[in-house]
């Protein structure tokens, strides 16, 4: 699967929207890009995935770019309960279900 | 609609001794994959159950195994505990094996 690489922290004020950025250059035609969110020491929240095309759920926006090495996920109205570690991960789902998790990004919201 | 569930929310074992997790999945879905998060740390893959039977495995060491019952719940066992494996565990399901995963809250396991 290809590897991502993500900010290791980002900050951002209550109401504001976050954008959290995910680099996968190595990424192959038939790999999605899946975003999960983890407050502390609770379980991964599915947040949204996609493959080539902008996806918007009721929670979150993801934006990839037209090459598919990048994308960002942008939280429209951050709130304090949005804070969480944010992670992009990218997998093909033709071989299995194993979810590689990276260091991911520490977003913190701040009144 | 009942989301992934998880016993026991913590458990305290001492190294040498045997523990066994867990998990009912989300209502609809027929795939569980577990997964081991340490401290600090993101989760990392252990194994995959399908149709009770184990699908995909990561690199973790037989002390490790598990078992996928016919309504689709599962267990995960470890074997001669070491201290190294105090960690949160973690559930996931999902319907059929490429599809989107639904964690459950973990099981902190403390090994003294």
């Known amino acids: ?8 922290s980002m900050d951002c004020a209550e109401g504001r929207a976050a954008n959290l950025p995910c680099n996968h250059s190595t ?3 038939n790999e999605y890009v899946y975003w999960y969110r983890q407050i502390h020491s609770q379980g991964p929240q599915y947040i949204i995935h ?9 929670m979150a926006s993801l934006i990839i770019t037209e090459d598919r090495k ?15 570690v944010y992670y992009c991960i990218v997998f093909r789902t033709n071989a299995g279900n194993m979810l590689t998790f990276g260091g991911g990004t520490r977003l913190m919201v701040k009144p | 609609d009942a989301g992934v569930t998880q016993s026991p929310t913590h458990l305290i074992k001492t190294r040498g001794q045997q523990v066994t997790l867990r998990c009912s999945p989300k209502s609809g879905h027929d795939t569980v994959s ?19 039977e184990e699908r995909q ?4 060491p037989d002390r490790f195994s598990g078992h996928q019952f016919p309504n689709y719940s599962s267990e995960l066992n470890v074997n001669a505990l070491l201290l190294g494996d105090s960690a949160l565990y973690l559930c996931a399901s999902s319907l059929l094996i ?7 809250p973990g099981t902190r396991l403390t090994v003294l």
């Open chain 1, 1 to 8: 699967d290809a590897k991502t690489t993500q900010p290791p």
């Open chain 2, 98 to 104: 490429a599809d989107t995963q639904y964690f459950g």
């Open chain 2, 57 to 60: 495995r990561g690199n973790f």
């Open chain 1, 50 to 58: 996609g493959l080539k095309n902008n996806e918007t759920n009721e």
């Open chain 1, 27 to 29: 990424i192959s035609g």
């Open chain 2, 34 to 52: 577990w997964y081991q998060q340490a401290l600090g740390q993101g989760p990392q893959f252990i194994f995959q159950y399908y149709e009770e």
């Open chain 1, 70 to 84: 990048s994308s960002t996920l942008i939280l429209p109205h951050a709130t304090l309960r949005d804070t969480a």
